[in-house]
């Protein structure tokens, strides 16, 4: 029909064109300018055209004007036959043209109507016929064989997109109700391409399935575990083919994740201890993922438990160690005190011994003396001091070798550390012999005397009046003091 009708527009569009032609051959010196009563004119524009002179006058037809002579007239006509064989070759021209472009038309025409003859046989066919193949194209031209091919193959396109939509849609039901594939083909599809793809997304599909299932599961167990619910029964809501394997990943897991309770609340603890231990602040940020499940509250209980134990745990060595510490310094200090008390005690003895052998020692000038002794003790103050000091020295000597003898003897069953401490002080004591008015020198305030002695310690007064108190005798060994009545003694 297509076809009939493109044949009918050609030859219109022909008959228009001859009638153009035929009309055209009866146009005579036509060219723009109006005639006088003579039929003639000037002509002005495009003269050459119409093989005149710009500005020569010249007539169309009719008597020619009074003034006119013959020449004019030769002129004139011989002008008008050349005008009118140029524009009867430029008609024919233009007509030839004119027929060659209708001429391809028609057969441009001819050549898409084949085309689409070919096309909509080769597509009908193929749809009709999903898994044959071409038909023989014997005896038919290019342009229905292109045409054909090309409706084939669009056909066939559209069929393998709606064979592959079918197969991947079917697949994907099958595969979650189905053990086994279903290889009936649908009409209307390509067979083998079908099932192909059908078998391919069958299988893939299931495997998503089975996966989806088994997240399922997964994902019900942890739900139920960390929320205390109890494990339960979903085979009302899973589809017969997939029961067995979701009850079974669902019972793997519930059980997983009610023993990983324990290991959380286990860590939480650990980790609670820890924090406790170093003083740190709270810190549940590890178990913030299960903020949301009921077992959470457990988690926090865990942690604070650990944390105030590791905190106390902490503060109790703390102070073990201080008191330990504590007890140490205690014990130092007793037994430095026990040794001053020793040296004490064997100066008490050193002072009654000397007074049992009657050394003279005024009491006003010797803090530690006792209040009654007697006054057998009492040095002559009317005798010569020069003397007195001589007798002095003589006579600490003698009781210091008696006292040694005495101490010695009274002290047999003491301990032997108390007896070497005295001994040690009674040496000390014959080298130095300190006592009020004892004249010293110190190697920086220079000369004094001893003004007082008090146990271990004794006080001395400068020449520049500062007095000042000593250790006895580690100012003497040190080298602060040293004697200037033996030094005089020499000297006498």
């Known amino acids: 029909m297509k076809f009939i009708k493109r044949l009918l527009n050609v030859f219109l569009v022909l008959f228009l064109v001859g009638s153009i032609s035929i009309d055209s051959r009866e146009i005579v010196e036509a060219h723009p300018g109006n005639t006088d009563a003579y039929g003639c004119h000037t ?61 391809e038309l028609l057969r441009q025409q001819q050549i898409q ?26 005896g038919k031209s290019e342009n229905y064989i292109a045409g054909y091919d090309e409706g084939f193959a669009k056909a066939l396109n559209e069929l393998r997109a709606k064979t592959l939509d079918e197969a991947k849609k079917n697949a994907k039901k099958d595969s979650e109700i189905l053990d086994e594939p279903d290889l009936t083909v649908p009409e209307g599809l390509i067979k083998d391409y079908y099932l192909s793809q059908y078998e391919y997304y069958f299988d893939t599909y299931e495997e998503d399935f089975f996966k989806d299932i088994k997240n399922d599961a997964r994902a019900s167990a942890l739900i139920d575990a960390y929320n205390y619910l109890g494990p339960f029964d ?92 504590a007890l140490l310094v205690l014990y130092i200090i007793q037994k430095k005190r026990k040794k001053e008390l020793a040296i004490e005690k064997a100066e008490d003895v050193t002072t009654i011994s000397e007074r049992s052998l009657g050394e003279p020692i005024e009491s006003k000038k010797i803090d530690s003396a006792p209040k009654n002794q007697t006054s057998t003790n009492k040095i002559n103050e009317d005798h010569d001091k020069s003397s007195m000091d001589q007798e002095h020295v003589s006579n600490s000597n003698q009781n210091s070798e008696k006292l040694e003898s005495q101490l010695k003897a009274e002290n047999k069953q003491q301990k032997p550390k108390e007896e070497d401490n005295i001994k040690k002080r009674i040496r000390i004591k014959k080298k130095f012999n300190i006592e009020p008015e004892t004249k010293v020198k110190h190697i920086k305030f220079g000369k004094g005397k001893v003004t007082k002695v008090e146990g271990k310690y004794f006080t001395v007064k400068f020449s520049s009046h500062k007095e000042s108190k000593f250790i006895f005798p580690e100012a003497f060994e040190k080298g602060y003091l040293e004697l200037l009545d033996n030094l005089d003694h020499k000297e006498d």
């Open 113 to 138: 109507a084949e085309k689409d003859d070919g096309y909509s046989k080769g597509y009908n066919y193929k749809l009709s016929n999903p898994d044959a193949d071409k038909e023989s194209m014997e």
């Open 43 to 103: 002509c002005w524009t495009n003269c050459a055209k119409w093989g005149l002179s710009t500005g020569e006058y010249h007539c169309h037809g009719g008597s020619s004007p009074s003034s006119g002579s013959s020449n004019n007239n030769n002129t004139y006509n011989s002008s008008s036959n050349s005008y009118q064989q140029q524009l009867l070759a430029e008609q024919e021209r233009q007509r030839q043209e004119e027929l060659k472009k209708q001429q």
């Open 234 to 325: 979903y085979s009302d809501e899973i589809p017969k083919k997939a029961q067995k394997v979701h009850s079974r990943t669902y019972k793997k897991y519930y059980k997983s994740y009610s023993d990983n309770i324990e290991n959380l609340k286990s860590s939480a603890r650990e980790k609670g201890k820890e924090d406790g231990e170093d003083f740190l602040p709270y810190d549940l940020s590890d178990f913030d993922p299960y903020e949301d499940y009921a077992m959470y509250k457990d988690i926090v209980e865990e942690y604070q438990d650990g944390y105030s134990y590791g905190r106390n745990s902490k503060i109790a060595q703390y102070s073990v160690f201080i008191l330990v510490l």
